[in-house]
């Protein structure tokens, strides 16, 4: 039962970054999309960043040109760059695989935006 872990959240001030991490416990993802999701209260869950195992990656609009999507083969990692975080950035990210036919999901980590 293969289980994904993100880490990074936590407290930052606005134009502040962050870096999350995503990895699974046991297989690797080299197969996979992964995918940051991210949810605040009240609001839909919307996709914020994915890159495929080619390395294709796709950004929602709110976050181009502020956050990297990226994955380290060698470490088994995916990661997402923050970078002049905003309030409205503020949620629950969550890290997401997904094969077509086979999906996982992380727990989740909150990110709080606020000075």
């Known amino acids: 039962q293969a289980q994904l872990v993100e880490s990074g959240g936590g407290l930052v001030q606005p134009g502040g970054s962050l870096r999350l991490s995503c990895a699974p416990s046991?297989?690797?993802?080299?197969?996979?999309?992964m995918g940051w999701y991210r949810q605040a209260p009240g609001k839909q869950r919307e996709l914020v960043a994915s890159?495929?195992?080619?390395?294709?990656?796709y950004y929602a609009d709110s976050v181009k040109g502020r956050f990297t999507i990226s994955r380290d083969s060698a470490k088994n990692t995916v990661y997402l760059q923050m970078n002049s975080l905003q309030p409205d950035d503020t949620a629950v990210y969550y890290c997401?695989?997904?094969?077509?036919?086979?999906?996982?999901w992380g727990q989740g980590t909150q990110v709080t935006v606020s000075s």
């Open positions: 890159i495929t195992s080619s390395g294709i990656t």
């Open positions: 997401n695989a997904n094969r077509g036919y086979v999906e996982y």
């Open positions: 046991e297989s690797t993802i080299s197969y996979y999309t």
